[in-house]
């Protein structure tokens, strides 16, 4: 399993955190050890469990990709005829890539499907209203049906789009985006009553003002948590649709605003896989999270 630290100037505390995985039943697989110390302008180092990218097959040098995994390849030798064989770093080669059967989950990837009152349901449901990734700790919202109208399967219309919109000067980067009154683009939208705006802070709010899951504390993820549902190893779209049906090829927003760029957010695109920063008064899918481990 890869793990990715985070490194944050601190003052004037320094904080550890090393976050475990959790169970099928959404517990702690272990214990989270912690260590807070009085320094001042030290450095906080954060570990988080991330998911491996989905990559199943090799890269060769002077082979180009190959359909299986392969740990080594083949130059000629200084003798006739004979070959030497090296060994290479493949992402395919380390982690649950190699550990993982699939079950629940492709490749590497773990999730677990949620019913709308909060318990988990085994791997072959064919329901499922929110999704845990039980590497991460992350829920999920899961949408329902696209057919290419907004709205008419419900709150969680999967063809529902969305402006970025925060008005939280401690979150929003400087700017609260586009609260959009106008755009009839997502499900319950009633012109001039703001509460039905198509923006995602409203969104976020009649979620949970009715609850998913057993749940009323969701939100829009951080770009590196959207980025966690990312399988590059699959396309159109390049996410695990057994667990994420109603996957639009296109950008979903994140949470994340743009560093000297107020005006823009991050979003990771889910037919390409690449994350990019674009315009707030953009219309794209919302797919929420919440902390699973930290809220049983």
């Known amino acids: 399993m890869h793990r990715l630290k985070y490194f944050t100037n601190i003052t004037p505390i320094v904080l550890f955190i090393i976050a475990s995985g959790c169970s099928k039943d959404g517990t702690k697989s272990n214990d989270t050890p912690k260590n807070i110390s009085s320094d001042i302008n030290t450095i906080a180092v954060i570990y988080?469990?991330?998911?491996?990218?989905?990559?199943?097959?090799?890269?060769?040098?002077t082979k180009d990709n190959i359909d299986t995994c392969n740990?080594?390849?083949e130059v000629d030798s200084a003798e006739p005829k004979s070959k030497i064989h090296l060994p290479i770093q493949q992402d395919c080669s380390f982690g649950r890539d190699i550990t993982n059967k699939d079950s629940d989950g492709r490749a590497g990837f773990s999730?677990?499907?949620i019913n709308n009152q909060g318990i988990p349901l085994p791997d072959n449901s064919s329901s499922g209203n929110c999704v845990l990734d039980?590497?991460?700790?992350?829920?999920?919202?899961?949408?329902?049906e696209i057919?290419?109208?907004?709205?008419?399967?419900?709150?969680?219309?999967?063809?529902?789009?969305?402006?970025?919109?925060?008005?939280?000067s401690s979150v929003n980067g400087g700017a609260v985006g586009s609260w959009n009154n106008v755009l009839n683009i997502c499900s319950g939208y009633i012109p001039n009553e703001p509460k039905t705006f198509c923006n995602t802070e409203e969104f976020i709010q009649r979620v949970n003002n009715v609850g998913l899951c057993g749940f009323k504390d969701w939100r829009l993820p951080t770009r590196f948590e959207i980025e966690s549902l990312v399988d590059y190893g699959t396309k159109g779209p390049s996410i695990d649709t057994t667990y994420f049906p109603n996957t639009k090829l296109e950008f979903y927003w994140s949470s994340t605003p743009a560093v000297n760029a107020p005006f823009s957010a991050w979003a990771v695109n889910f037919r390409s896989s690449n994350t990019s920063l674009v315009s707030r008064e953009s219309s794209f899918p919302v797919r929420l999270v919440r902390d699973w481990v930290s809220k049983q």
Request: hydrophobic share 30%.
């Open 71 to 73: 740990d080594r390849f």
């Open 48 to 61: 988080q469990e991330i998911n491996d990218s989905g990559i199943t097959w090799a890269g060769n040098y």
């Open 134 to 144: 039980t590497v991460t700790g992350l829920l999920w919202e899961v949408k329902t």
């Open 111 to 113: 999730y677990q499907k």
């Open 147 to 168: 057919d290419g109208i907004y709205g008419n399967s419900g709150l969680h219309d999967g063809d529902d789009l969305f402006t970025w919109y925060s008005n939280n």
